[in-house]
């Protein structure tokens, strides 16, 4: 039932259906959201190390345009 790509087979998501198959949806959600977590507390540890990564922040809605507009002039 999935396409024959082997990058696609390593997503999450696809890894865990394919894992686990479609008639365990509890097992298949609860390791999509656990594996989405790593790959979340993966990236942001990686982005820690970057010197020039501009932070936005987004609960402030109103300067999130404006913001952004800054960042991408600047560079």
């Known amino acids: 039932r999935f396409p024959?790509?082997?990058?696609?087979h390593k997503t999450?998501?696809?890894?865990?259906?394919?894992k686990f198959g479609f008639d365990q949806n509890d097992s298949v959600v609860r390791e999509i959201c656990k594996n989405s977590r790593h790959f979340a507390k993966r990236q942001l540890t990686w982005f820690r190390?970057?010197?020039d990564i501009s932070w936005i922040d987004c609960e402030n809605e109103s300067r999130l345009r404006?913001?952004?507009?800054?960042?991408?002039?600047?560079?």
């Open 49 to 51: 190390h970057e010197d």
């Open 12 to 18: 999450i998501g696809y890894a865990e259906w394919n």
């Open 4 to 8: 024959q790509n082997p990058v696609l």
């Open 66 to 75: 404006e913001e952004a507009i800054r960042i991408v002039s600047e560079g």
